[in-house]
């Protein structure tokens, strides 16, 4: 069982800039892809970015531009910076890794953009 220990949420003002980072308890070699995905209250959890092993990115297209994903196998980490945030992204940031059939969730961070 793979765990994620998701960090670095917190409040900032809109505009300002957050990263967050997944520590992964193994290696993430072998994991197809990681990503961030995201739910605000009273909404559904929604894609924010992705990365497979490859490195190769998509991002939802409401943060194109704004956000950044990377993934550090080396560290086995993932992670998002987050740059012109804005009160629409607040939420509960999940990381998630998938590994053939197998999906892995975090158990989230809070970031709160207030205006």
């Known amino acids: 069982q793979v765990q994620l220990v998701e960090s670095g949420g917190g409040l900032v003002q809109a505009g300002g800039s957050l990263s967050l980072s997944c520590a992964a308890s193994?290696?993430?070699?072998?994991?197809?892809?990681m990503g961030w995905y995201r739910q605000a209250p009273g909404k559904q959890r929604e894609m924010v970015a992705t990365?497979?092993?490859?490195?190769?990115?998509d991002y939802a297209d409401s943060v194109k531009g704004r956000f950044t994903i990377s993934r550090d196998n080396a560290k086995n980490a993932v992670s998002l910076q987050m740059n012109s945030l804005k009160p629409e992204d607040t939420a509960v940031y999940y990381c998630?890794?998938?590994?053939?059939?197998?999906?892995?969730w975090g158990q989230g961070t809070q970031v709160t953009v207030s205006s």
């Open positions: 193994e290696s993430i070699f072998s994991m197809s892809d």
């Open positions: 998630k890794a998938r590994r053939g059939v197998y999906h892995y």
């Open positions: 990365i497979s092993a490859g490195g190769t990115t």
